[in-house]
């Protein structure tokens, strides 16, 4: 039997140690393994619950700016409506009252065509300066306004502007230069509407719609944001054309403000 040296001793030692430590040398790797685990699941986690709070504020936001949309639609349809109603109510006023002034104009209706079939019969044949037809100039000025009534008005702008142009002295001229105004105003076009009623006020000013065209040059002022400007028309008008009905509209417009 071979003799046991202490070199042999010395070696078993080794090997018993390196098999003792192996198992703890590994238990420490799985528990670092396992804890490093942890914290990406729990880092993980964290990202996640993050993301999802972040996707759900996003939701609200959006859920309370189709909200808004909703409301603000609702509002400018409202609007839209009202505004349309309010053009339509002013456009019935305007013709209801042309028509009623109308009635007292020297050259309206049946008057004008017997005013014109008198004035053929006394001019004799057809000359090179023959007169003026008011019949032919009572057709005109209806067509015009049935564009206007029609809510035609570009067409109707045209058509009043090319009657006064036309027929400058015909009694319609201060009528048709108040619904060229008028016409303007359809268009939104403030500016064109005020110039044209001033016409009438200058050079018509004694006429049934000379009252009637500074009121509509009021309110244009009032739209266009020139406030002193529109009381100042509304002072002259009340104190030009009292009793009238304008004048007496103007007047309460003045207690308003």
């Known amino acids: ?3 046991v040296t202490p070199r042999h001793y010395a070696l078993a030692l080794c090997a018993v140690s390196a098999l ?3 198992p703890a040398w590994a238990l420490f790797d799985d528990e670092e393994a396992r804890r490093q685990i942890a914290e990406l699941r729990k880092n993980s986690s964290e990202r996640l619950e993050t993301q999802s709070r972040a996707q759900l504020d996003l939701s609200n936001q959006l859920e309370a700016l189709k909200a808004e949309m909703s409301r603000l639609r609702g509002q400018v349809e409202t609007l839209t409506y009202e505004l349309e ?3 339509k109510r002013q456009q019935d006023f305007y013709i ?6 109308r009635k007292f104009e020297p050259g309206s209706g049946t008057e004008t065509k017997a005013a014109g079939d008198s004035a053929a019969a006394s001019a004799g044949p057809a000359g090179p300066n023959k007169t003026a037809d008011p019949a032919a100039e009572a057709r005109e000025y209806e067509a015009a306004l049935n564009l206007f009534k029609a809510g035609k008005y570009k067409d109707s702008a045209a058509a009043f502007d090319n009657f006064v142009k036309k027929h400058p002295e015909s009694d319609l001229a201060p009528s048709a230069q108040y619904w060229l105004g ?3 105003y359809g268009l939104r076009d403030c500016k064109k509407a005020i110039e044209a009623q001033k016409v009438v006020v200058a050079r018509w000013g004694s006429h049934p719609k000379a009252p009637d065209a500074m009121l509509n040059i009021s309110t244009c002022q009032q739209e266009q944001g020139d406030t002193k400007g ?5 002072e002259m008008l009340a104190s030009k054309y009292p009793g009238t009905p304008s004048g007496d509209a103007a007047a309460k417009r003045l207690k308003k403000k």
């Open 1 to 3: 039997m071979p003799s």
């Open 20 to 22: 003792a430590a192996s």
């Open 85 to 87: 109603t309010t053009k």
């Open 96 to 101: 209801d009252l042309d028509g009623r002034l």
């Open 182 to 184: 008028n016409s303007h």
């Open 230 to 234: 529109a009381k100042q028309t509304l």
